[in-house]
């Protein structure tokens, strides 16, 4: 017996002897943590079991995504198989996105159950960011079809953070995050966040902003604010109601013409976007549930070209797409 041997054997028998000495209730074993089944929504428009369900789905949870550095759903949208991401320059610059071979307006994109694409179909990703996102769902191919003739392709669904994972003691705990980050091009991010959970009520807040000069000489600066919150509420066994909000508040400084020529120092464009749902659900019977998701979308989306002192350019160009919308689906599962 060599002496590590020794060693790790006498180690062994000295801790067999003091657990026998001990009484028996001080010996705990350890208990491994429950892992619950992997829940989706976007299939079949109510919660389901992943492993039940026949279509393509990918799911990208928010938190395996903020251990990576993933701060915009563009970015984390590029690992899921069948997706291309088209992004026409740095940070805030158009972003679109292009599903299993079809056009960018063939996607139909959620937030919280609401609609948020333009009329025609198109979404732009630029600015919207994965704080307090629990999990984005992406459905592919033709399941898609119970979102509608505008969900040709697939659907992506962005389903906001809430409190319920947390392990409290006495059914409550909470817990606080604040984030500092800096980088090149004089880039800077800040967060606070903060969610928990009390019982029958689980809530969620979170605040961002996110800044940087761009990789151009001059007019190239993104800034980009993002607010975002949840409550649920669970007054029976039967009943939960979810209400939640998320603004998006983002402006792009281009110096570019159409050519790719850096020769503007003016030219900027804006993107703001609220989402606010309300999603209610109460089981009338064992194996039959009436759920209502209503909600407001509304968007901001503006450019504003003036002219340049000489030696130019000189044309104008404005424009401010303003859009409210709202939505309600009723039905029973």
Do not use: C
Request: charged residues 20%; aromatic residues 8%; hydrophobic residues 40%.
């Amino acid at each position: 017996m060599t002496r590590v041997d020794l060693v790790y054997s006498a180690a062994a028998l000295a801790a067999l002897a003091l657990n026998r000495a001990q009484p028996v209730s001080a010996v705990q074993e350890p208990q491994a943590p429950t892992a619950l089944p992997e829940v989706v929504v976007t299939a079949d428009r109510y919660p389901v079991r992943a492993d039940s369900v026949a279509a393509t789905i990918t799911v990208l949870t928010g938190d395996d995504l903020r251990a990576q550095g993933i701060r915009f759903l563009g970015d984390a949208l590029r690992q899921v198989p069948g997706v291309q991401v088209i992004q026409n320059g740095s940070y805030g610059a158009a972003t679109s996105l292009f599903l299993r071979g079809g056009q960018s307006d063939y996607v139909k994109v959620l937030i919280d159950g609401i609609p948020a694409n333009q009329p025609g179909g198109s979404y732009d990703f630029s600015a919207l960011s994965t704080d307090n996102v629990e999990r984005i769902e992406v459905l592919r191919g033709p399941a898609s079809v119970i979102y509608g003739s505008d969900a040709v392709t697939g659907v992506v669904h962005v389903i906001t953070r809430g409190g319920r994972d947390l392990q409290g003691v006495g059914g409550q705990a909470a817990e606080v995050d604040a984030l500092l980050e800096g980088g090149t091009y004089d880039s800077f991010r800040w967060e606070g966040a903060a969610r928990g959970d009390l019982g029958p009520v689980e809530w969620s807040g979170s605040v961002s902003r996110f800044t940087t000069d761009g990789a151009y000489e001059f007019n190239n600066r993104f800034r980009n604010t993002v607010a975002s919150a949840l409550i649920r509420a669970r007054p029976g066994a039967s009943s939960e109601v979810t209400l939640s909000g998320r603004w998006t508040d983002g402006r792009f400084q281009f110096p570019t013409d159409f050519t790719g020529a850096v020769v503007d120092r003016n030219q900027f464009a804006t993107n703001k976007e609220l989402t606010v749902s309300l999603d209610a659900a109460h089981r009338v019977l064992p194996s039959l549930e009436a759920r209502l998701v209503a909600g407001r979308y509304e968007s901001d989306i503006a450019s504003d070209d003036r002219p340049d002192p000489p030696p130019g350019p000189t044309s104008l160009s404005l424009r401010d797409a303003d859009l409210g919308r709202w939505s309600a689906d009723v039905r029973l599962v």
